[in-house]
């Protein structure tokens, strides 16, 4: 059973950086291609995607995070992050991890497992 354990969330003054981490306990998918995405949502507002990595190593960004927001991946350690720089007031959500099978792109594939999110905050 996949688990997904998002980390790194906080509170930080706009401008500043906030480093996130997901660590998964198993490889989601090992014989099929998969993405490894980002998502935030706030109160209200319908989930959005931040950041994804397939497993070819493709990345693909939300309009508002890119030249600010890197993903990245450590296969040897189960583990995706995301490098958030120049945050802004509107980055404010909570963050989830989440994996699924590669259809087409990681923007409109699957996901089946997600984490249980970590809040950032930035004011």
């Known amino acids: 059973h996949v688990q997904l354990v998002e980390s790194g969330g906080g509170s930080v003054q706009a401008g500043g950086s906030l480093r996130l981490a997901c660590k998964y306990t198993q490889s989601p998918y090992t014989r099929e291609q998969y993405c490894m995405g980002w998502f935030r949502q706030t109160p209200g507002k319908a989930r959005e995607g931040v950041a994804a990595i397939n497993s070819d190593g493709q990345i693909v960004y939300a309009e508002s995070v890119k030249g600010r927001f890197t993903i990245s991946r450590d296969n040897a350690k189960n583990s995706v992050y995301l490098q958030m720089n120049s945050l802004k007031l509107e980055d404010t959500a909570m963050y989830y991890c989440?994996?699924?099978?590669?259809?087409?792109?990681?923007?409109?594939?699957?996901?089946?497992?997600w984490g249980q999110g970590t809040q950032v905050t930035v004011s």
């Open positions: 989440a994996a699924g099978r590669y259809v087409y792109d990681c923007w409109r594939s699957p996901y089946t497992y």
